[in-house]
Nanobody, 131 residues
């Protein structure tokens, strides 16, 4: 079974840090670009960060804010999202997702901010930032 499981969400005060984990099973995570998405209250789901597959340059990473850092531990089949100096606007359900293979060789290795280009999603983990 192809599966992604997020963990690490919770309630934090502004300015605090939080690290989310995304553990993959049923496939080798290092072969795919992996994205983090957020859906805040009353908002559309948006891409917040992404890391390309192993072996590709770090220039393929993206984060909507410099205080978010994405990383990968291939031995653990896990991707992390480190969120520093959190703000109330960071509140939402956070999802990790695997890039979709479209038939173009290697396309699944790269990043995209479009949710439609991902085919396996975790169940999401709630992050609430409030004082």
């Amino acid at each position: 079974q192809l599966q992604l499981v997020e963990s690490g969400g919770g309630l934090e005060q502004p300015g605090r840090s939080l690290t989310l984990s995304c553990v993959a099973s049923g496939f080798t995570l290092s072969m795919f670009g992996i994205g983090w998405f957020r859906q805040g209250p009353g908002k559309e789901r948006e891409g917040v960060s992404c890391i390309a597959s192993a072996g590709l340059s770090d220039t393929y990473k993206y984060s909507v804010k410099g205080r978010f850092t994405i990383s990968r531990d291939d031995a653990k089949n896990t991707v992390y999202l480190q969120m520093n100096n959190m703000e109330p606007e960071d509140t939402g359900v956070y999802y990790c997702a695997r890039r979709r293979t479209t038939g173009v060789y290697g396309d699944h290795r790269f990043c995209s901010s479009d949710p439609g280009r991902y085919d396996v999603w975790g169940q999401g983990t709630q992050v609430t930032v409030s004082s």
